[in-house]
């Protein structure tokens, strides 16, 4: 299985700062012939379901506000908020869908400072 | 607009089976694959399987392989999911998982409500 590792397992930021997350696979999951990224981005709120941010590693879901980017290839890829909300509060989640099991990264949450 | 809606909480004993629903509408059911994921509480998500658009192929998490059945009713647009022999570590949030419609592989755009499963004697 691919294994998903985030950093930092939390954050504390205050509201208008720079939001970094990290998301490391142990295998690339980059398919070569199409130069796609298998690699998604999902923020997850207490008592809903995960939300889709992003995919392909920096394509932004519809709808998603454009604060949020990925970027990164292989096996290192990055989310970034440009300037945290306090709607932004959630625990971040990363994941690979380049081979069955889909597999996630431990999540990082997100505080206010 | 695109809506997954499950069953409600379950409360089972270990041993019994569950299954959960998952009704879809806003789209065409059989042009999607549906995947089905679960979370313990201070877990990360974990993969459980898949039921294909067009003929519902299924593929299943190893861990979970022979105890994890998906099937779907096309005419009602509902997927299922039904996990037997249940143990007190299944205990999690169930969800399904809408997937892509070009293949198989693909992220997770919309998601069901989630759905409590207890076991507990």
């Known amino acids: 299985d691919i294994v998903m590792t985030q950093s930092p397992d939390s954050l504390a930021m205050s509201l208008g700062e720079r939001a970094t997350f990290n998301c490391k696979s142990s295998q690339s999951v980059l398919y070569s012939p199409s130069n796609k990224n298998y690699l998604a981005w999902y923020q997850h709120k207490p008592g809903q379901p995960p939300k889709l941010l992003i995919y392909w590693a920096s394509t932004r879901e519809s709808g998603v506000p454009d604060r949020f980017s990925g970027s990164g290839s292989g096996t290192d890829f990055t989310l970034t908020i440009s300037s945290l909300q306090a709607e932004d509060v959630a625990v971040y989640y990363c994941?690979?869908?380049?081979?069955?099991?889909?597999?996630f990264g431990q999540g990082t949450r997100l505080e206010i400072k | 607009q695109v809506q997954l809606v499950q069953s409600g909480a379950e409360v089972k004993k270990p041993g019994a089976s569950v299954k959960v629903s998952c009704k879809a509408s806003g789209y065409t059911f059989t042009t999607y694959t549906i995947h089905w994921l679960r979370q313990a509480p201070g877990h990360r998500p974990e993969w459980l399987g898949w039921s294909t658009a067009d003929n519902g192929n299924t593929k299943y998490s190893q861990e979970l392989q022979g105890r994890v059945t998906i099937t779907r009713d096309t005419s009602a647009s509902t997927a299922y999911m039904e996990l037997s022999s249940l143990r007190s570590d299944d205990m999690a949030v169930y969800y399904c998982?809408?997937?892509?419609?070009?293949?198989?592989?693909?992220?997770?755009?919309?998601w069901g409500q989630g759905t409590l499963v207890t076991v507990s004697s």
């Open positions: 998982a809408r997937g892509s419609r070009e293949s198989a592989y693909g992220s997770l755009d919309f």
């Open positions: 994941q690979q869908y380049y081979t069955t099991p889909y597999t």
